[in-house]
Structures are given as C-alpha cells and as structure tokens.
C-alpha cells in the first residue's frame, strides 16, 4: 500500500460509469528485484521518524487501484518471499544505529503482506532490532492467515473505499480470486487481533463519496474494532485518466456522516503533517487563502501557519476570512476544516 496525502487537481472531465479505459500498454510487475529495501527515515505525525521497508517488487500487488500513481499492472496473490529475513534484519539494524527511529514501517511499492515472510519480519524485528513495526496494508490478504502473521505488530493499517462490491471492483481492479465480502471478513478479523488497527477510507469523484456510501461504510466500520478512521482522497494523477478527488465540501460531508454512523472520530487527512504549509508574511490572509483552495487544512494548521508567518492573532484572521466568505469552515467531529470552492 502506497502512501499519501491529501491535496487534490481536477482533470478534464470525462463522464464517468462503472467502467474504464484499458491502459495501452498492461504490464507486469516490472522487474523481480526489490530495492531499495530499506529508506528513510520519513516523518509522519502518527509514526514519528519512521524507516520504511520495501518487501516486495515495484508494482507487485493483489489490486490495480485506478488511482494507483505506480501505474497499471496485473494484480498478483501468489505470495513469495523475495528477500531473506535475516537479511532484512540486518539493513534495519545498520541503519538504525546511525538514524533516530521510531517506527520500522512495512510498506514499499506494491502489497507488503505479498512477502510470504512478513509474519517472521515482524518477528525479528521486535525481537532482535527491539524497534516498534507498523504494517501499511491494503487489507486484501487479512483473511487469508495474514491478520495472524502480521499481528504482533504495533501499527496496522488498511485501505477501504467501499462495501459495495461492484464499486470495489471498480475501484480496485483486484486479482480474480478476491471479493468485497471476504475483503470486510478479513478486516473484522484484523482488528480483533491487531494491537492497534487504522482504517484509512479512499474516496474517488463519483464513485464512492456520496452520503449513502458513507452512511452504508459507517455501518460496517462500526462493527469493526478501530482504533482510528481516516478520509483521503488521491493526490497524484492514476493510471486511470477519469480518476478525480471529489470536491472539499463532499468530502467534508461524507466525513461528517461517516463519524455520525460508525460512532469513530474521523479525520480528514490534509497531507501536513511534516510541516504547517508556509505563508507570505507580507500578505497572510491571501496567502492562506490561496492554500486552501488546493489544500484542505485543519483550523489548528491554519493557526500554526499563521503564527509561523509572524500574525499575532492567527485566530482573528481566521475568522475574518471565514465571516468575509474568503475561506468556508466545516465543523467535522470535534476539528473545523478550512477551503475554498472556486
Ligand atoms: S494498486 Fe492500490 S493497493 Fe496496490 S500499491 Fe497501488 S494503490 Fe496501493
């Protein structure tokens, strides 16, 4: 499962049905090597300095997302053990004698529960390297055995766009012995037995932010035993074309009804959780302004930006801008949303 942060860019509009464009050029998983295997550290508000390790080839995964920024190739479910544990255990343990870490994260480039070894990874790295592992998985294998080999974990966290299974597919283009209902099974079964278990809800134009979509994925997500839910929405260009992020304010809605029916506080992920965007002191409000019609932000970020550019009182200027109608303010839980629809 690929990282990522919320921004969005809207490209042409091309009318949207339950199917898609066939990229010219399908291929495979480009190559067998897996490198580099370990990189970083990168910083994220939840993890911390986290080194991120890569157990699988480039692009080797159990869907195709249409918003995947890997690009096309055929989804996979043979697992394989690529790399040697031992081997992994010694890249994470030269690096993190010259690095702070907080977290060893299984990630990589493609689906990192493809790795038939990830279960004695996770392993060895608790108990040899003694570090915190998070496991960043699109889910899709939690019902096969994985939830189990993966759950001596501190961190899981899994992708989840819909329950409907047509949108499911669409949406995900998996490889052929996968479905939606298995897929929620394995959730279920992962957040019974992860020591802490994130949800993380994708939602694509048109596909799967309406209130209905939200209403029905809150049903289930509250079944679930979460320790977190957050709503994203792509921020690079997929392969497929017709892919768009839906609108702040849908997403803010969809946000808003998911909290109300799964009974979890949700957040709405603006991609700044490194560093508050910079803001031109010379003209702050604009500046601010400016950002939010790309970027969604948090009103705590808005202050922090603010007061980083140098305003005295970050939450005046703030409120000037909403009650001016500049930036429009949504209240989604217990956080207040900035943005602009142009
Ligand atoms: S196809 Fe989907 S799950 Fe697989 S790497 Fe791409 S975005 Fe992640």
Redesign the pocket.
Known sequence: ??A?CFAWRRVSPISLSYTHPVHPRPRGACSSRVEPIVFGPVYSRRLGWSLGVNLVPF?T?????V????GY?Q?VVERRRWIEERVVVEKVLEKVRSVHTDYVTLVG???PTLASNIGRVVELLKSEVGVRVAVLS?G?LFNRGVAFEVSEADYIKA?ITSVDEDKWRVL??PAAPLNAEEFVEGLWLASRAAKSFHLEV?LVDGVNDSPEDAARLGSVIRELGVTSVAVNTPFRP?WARWVNPPAPERVLRFASILERVSGHRVEVLTGRGLRPPRIDPSKPGESLAEIVSTHILSWSEAVEALREAGVENPEDTLRELVETGVVKARRVGSETYLYRED
């Open positions: 499962m690929i990522r692009k995964c159990t869907w195709n997302c918003y995947c920024y890997l190739a989804p480039i493609g689906e699109n899709s992708t995900h283009n994708m997929g």
